[in-house]
């Protein structure tokens, strides 16, 4: 193996939290006590929490150790396709931090909150341009809670129209969450099978749609990273069945300012901006997941909306046909923030040549890897694209040894094992900020695993080699699960 | 830009590679309707210091301490949270990770989950605890959707004084299942009126939340008998984490599952989000959890280490089947609360907690010294209800004007309750600054 990004360091131990520190240490600053005991029963008293008692710099050192096992876009190239790992710029949590917007408490009176409720009015206006929709709410906390919000949506329209449905379409290349989602707003999932071409045919949308079918939930581009090029034509099947088009936006990155959901056809659709508009993943969360939609939709979006008098902003509850409320404030303002910074740091024309580049670099993935990695679907790709462990077959080496071998080079693993379609697929998203030199020594770490595939297997099948720890047994932990220590 | 490190020149070399004359080319497969003809309408790309100055404008058009004095929880509170903790979790490699899918790079955010799982698990009295959730109201939801799933009944019973917009996104979520939900009234001392449970059959599960929102501590080792003779799984939720720090937790009181929100723990505000919402239960009942869950394990040395598990509960591999569409926990927060409750101990946190409690009391006795009344005489943690004379609202915006918010006007979500107003003291808040709002509603 030549010299790659992937090194060893020196890695530091660290036990568990309560393996370590003493009682009787403390690594917070109690605040003045400046007034007396008032006694509460004992009987509505408890032990102190079994917390381990730990000191300033043991704290700072576990969490810095921990830190340092992580691998995040700042460490290196996060090819996750769907999931648009790109760069989170640095400004965004400076403005996040600011005490206006950190310190707020959510049911100040609105006089109070003029900043929040501003940057919140306008971010709805931004997206709504941005997918050519009517409207937008931004409480959803993630994209699955976007989804779910938008069902809702749905369903409170058929409800209203006195015919309520009993059945949705969701493609064969859907996210897991959509069939999920779907389930609990009571729809029964029917799968749409995509076409030879890894898109929906019209027809086979039409072969399954019928009155008793509430929408059809797409992804567009699809998770194969194509575009669903029937889109018109499916819309117009859908919506002479009076059903309602509903398009998962995670894929919006690759045609930011190209295409507009809303002018094609779609009537609701979600955002994640933590994908898209460049807001961190925080190893899981916290996100944001807005949900756009047509003005036919408009009235069942949730309360409280924002609205706007004179300069003047203020919450309104007085949509009697909405469906709710998502969570118990107002979103998730702190992701706002950031997604709100980008997009006015970006401007129009940088936000369309960022789903310019991000399709530029799939594509050159696409077209230097699919000589040694079998190519699912040989067409243009848009912002990511879907390979399989085909061509390794014979070398006895799966998508699972690669995408771990990957590690030791100094990179992130793609998607892997989806979309379903794919059998053993691996799905590489670079997104725009990756430059060309960080993605040619991804390709050529690549070519070098498919080297060793046939020359040297078994370095795949023992990889990772150089992380804190090797593959660890996932089997076990299901089957006598320890979630707590 | 400086997010976009692509020269012109990178950009011809890699349209070499792929084919194409220019990068609209690879746009190709869209068909020409569907492209739009228009640029977007969107303001100006700022530069780095021109956005400090307009994202400053707007921070400072917020009412926030210390320059304002705000006597408001209701859900959200303002706590003391140390440098060092903040610092942590702006460590990056926390921060821009994703889901830890891959473990072997990601046992950093794998460990502090698994710590936080434990230590959430210890506050609350349970024996597991999810990875967390999107807030306290959506896990309260959660939580009822899978004691319906356990029980396999279709009524749920939940108190009125669980947090009012909690209720109303329990009724969001259950409006299209079909199921019941039925909301049990209040006493006049402050706490839920348990008697019409004799008239109720067939509940999944009943859910009580202590501290209430009126802040009064509900007696749940009464309400857990009143809930076991109806056959129903027991729910607690809570709104102000830390009270557990002094107060009996919910798991020594027989609760069946634990729910609420954790923001209290190492969490700014935010205008109400990003939140913590905690999820806890009993160990039978960890296969019906809904959500993301990290448990420990062996790499192929033997060597400890942790993954993610019991996805099969979950959609991307059950789809349709999973026990909820969630994909995701809100991992940062977790770590936020994980690295607080580790910065205040075991010890000090109930040294916290018990300032907590005892600066709110002060504040009542003195307001009850003043002449108002105490609206309902039970025992509180940080925050109370107290009744002001009629007229109040026109103090109430003079406060406003000297920095002072008197308050959560509980009209809007109790009509019954017109001139009443939930009041919340926490450490931060000194003595002086009582004393002067104190003085200020005698005038």
């Not at chain 1, 809670?145 to 809702?152: D, I, Q």
């Not at chain 1, 670079?430 to 040297?456: G, N, Q, V, Y």
């Not at chain 2, 002094?246 to 609420?260: E, F, H, R, T, Y």
Request: one cysteine or more; proline letters at 5%.
């Amino acid at each position: 193996m030549k010299e790659t990004v992937g090194a060893t360091g020196l890695i530091l131990n660290e036990p568990l939290l309560w393996e370590k520190g003493k009682k009787g240490r403390c690594g917070y600053s109690l605040p003045r006590r400046d007034v007396e005991s008032f006694l509460l029963d004992n009987e509505l008293t408890g032990e102190c929490p079994d917390f381990p008692d730990l000191s300033e710099v043991d704290v700072v050192r576990h969490y810095t150790r921990l830190s340092q096992w992580n691998f995040g876009v700042d460490t290196g190239m996060y090819p996750l396709g769907s999931c648009t790992m790109k760069y989170s710029p640095k400004t965004n949590e400076r403005q996040a931090g600011l005490s206006g917007f950190a310190g707020a408490h959510p049911l100040l009176p609105t006089g109070l909150s003029q900043g929040t409720l501003k940057m919140m009015f306008e971010l709805e206006r931004y997206l709504t341009e941005i997918t050519g929709m009517d409207a937008t709410t931004l409480q959803p906390a993630a994209g699955a809670h976007g989804e779910l919000t938008g069902m809702l949506i749905i369903h409170a329209y058929h409800k209203n129209r006195g015919a309520q449905r009993s059945k949705i379409l969701v493609p064969d290349t859907a996210h897991g969450t959509n069939p999920a989602t779907a389930t609990l707003c009571g729809y029964r999932s029917v799968q749409v099978e995509s076409n030879e071409n890894g898109i929906l045919s019209a027809k086979a949308v039409a072969d399954l749609m019928d009155e008793d079918t509430a929408g059809i939930m797409l992804t567009n581009p699809n998770t194969l990273g194509l575009f669903e090029e029937n889109i018109r034509e499916i819309s117009e099947i859908v919506h002479s069945k009076g059903g309602i088009v509903y398009c998962d936006g995670a894929n919006l990155n690759a045609v930011m300012g190209i295409v507009k959901m809303g002018k094609i056809g779609v009537d609701v659709m979600h955002l994640n901006l933590h994908k898209t508009f460049s807001t961190p993943h925080g190893g899981g969360g916290p996100g944001s997941g807005p949900v756009c939609v047509k003005k036919h939709l408009e009235q069942f979006l949730p309360v409280p909306r924002i609205v706007e008098e004179k300069g003047n902003y203020a919450f309104s509850d007085n949509y009697p046909e909405s469906i709710g409320k998502m969570q118990a404030f107002h979103g998730n303002i702190g992701v706002m923030i950031k997604a709100y910074s980008y997009i006015i740091s970006m401007g129009p024309k940088d936000l369309k040549m960022a789903s310019r580049l991000a399709v530029l670099n799939a594509n050159y993935i696409k077209e230097s890897l699919k000589d040694t990695l079998d190519l699912a679907y040989d067409r243009p790709c848009m912002h990511e694209c879907v390979f399989s462990d085909e061509k390794q077959k014979d070398d006895h080496v799966t998508t699972l040894d690669m995408a771990k071998r990957l590690m030791d080079y100094g990179f992130h693993p793609p998607t892997v094992y989806f979309p379903l379609v794919v059998h053993g697929a691996i799905m590489v998203e670079p997104t725009e900020t990756e430059s060309k030199e960080d993605i040619d020594k991804f390709i050529e770490a690549f070519k070098a695993i498919a080297d060793e595939a046939r020359d040297a297997p078994d370095l795949l099948h023992n990889a990772p080699g150089k992380s804190k720890v090797r593959r660890l047994d996932e089997v076990s932990a299901a089957r006598k699960p320890c979630l707590a220590g | 830009m400086r997010y976009l490190p692509h020269t012109s020149e990178d950009i011809k070399s890699m349209l070499q590679v792929v084919g194409a004359d220019n990068i609209d080319g690879l746009f190709s497969t869209i068909p020409d309707d569907c492209i739009s003809k228009d640029d977007l309408q969107l303001p100006d790309a700022l530069t780095e210091w021109e956005l400090d100055s307009h994202m400053s404008a707007l921070s400072d058009a917020m009412a926030v301490s210390p320059d304002y004095k705000v006597f408001m929880g209701a859900g959200s509170y303002e706590h003391y949270i140390p440098a060092s903790a903040s610092f942590l979790l702006g460590r990056s490699e926390f921060v821009t990770s994703y889901t830890p899918y891959q473990p072997e790079v990601s046992q950093g955010t794998l460990q502090a989950i698994y710590e936080y799982q434990t230590l959430a698990a210890r506050l609350l009295g349970m024996e597991v605890a999810t990875a967390s959730h999107y807030d306290g109201a959506t896990a309260l939801a959660e939580s009822l959707l899978m004691a319906v799933r356990i029980s396999k009944k279709r009524k749920v019973a939940v108190s009125s004084l669980i947090h009012p917009l909690y209720r109303q996104v329990v009724r969001t979520y259950f409006e299209p299942t079909g199921y019941q939900v039925i909301e049990l009234p209040y006493l006049n001392n402050g706490l839920t009126d348990f008697d019409g449970l004799d008239e109720l059959n067939d509940l999944a599960a009943v859910a009580v939340q202590s501290p209430n929102f009126f802040g009064c501590i509900e007696n749940l080792n009464e309400a857990e008998e009143k809930i076991r003779n109806k056959d129903a799984l027991f729910i607690t939720c809570f709104t102000e984490a830390l009270s557990y720090g002094l107060l009996k937790n919910p798991g020594s009181q027989g609760a069946d599952i634990v729910c609420g929100e954790g923001q209290s723990l190492g969490i700014p505000r935010s205008f109400g989000g990003p939140a913590l919402g905690m999820l806890a239960s009993r160990k039978k009942y960890m296969r019906s959890l809904p959500g993301r869950l990290v448990g420990q394990t062996k790499d192929l040395d033997g060597k400890r280490g942790f993954v993610l598990t019991l996805a099969t509960r979950e959609q991307h591999i059950r789809r349709e089947k999973a026990t909820s569409n969630i994909c995701t926990n809100n991992s940062l927060c977790a770590l936020a609360a994980a690295i607080y409750m580790a910065s205040v101990g075991g010890t000090e946190i109930k040294k916290l907690a018990e300032l907590n409690h005892d600066k709110a009391e002060y504040l009542k006795q003195e307001l009850k010294k003043a002449g108002f009344k105490i609206s309902f005489e039970s025992p509180t943690f940080n925050e109370f209800v107290v009744e002001f004379p009629a007229g109040f609202d026109s103090v109430y915006d003079r406060l406003l004007e000297k920095k002072i918010v008197a308050g959560l006007p509980l009209a809007e979500y109790y009509p019954e309750l017109t001139g009443h107003y939930l009041l919340c003291v926490t450490e931060t808040m000194s003595k002086n600054d009582m004393d002067a709002f104190v003085r200020e509603i005698k005038l």
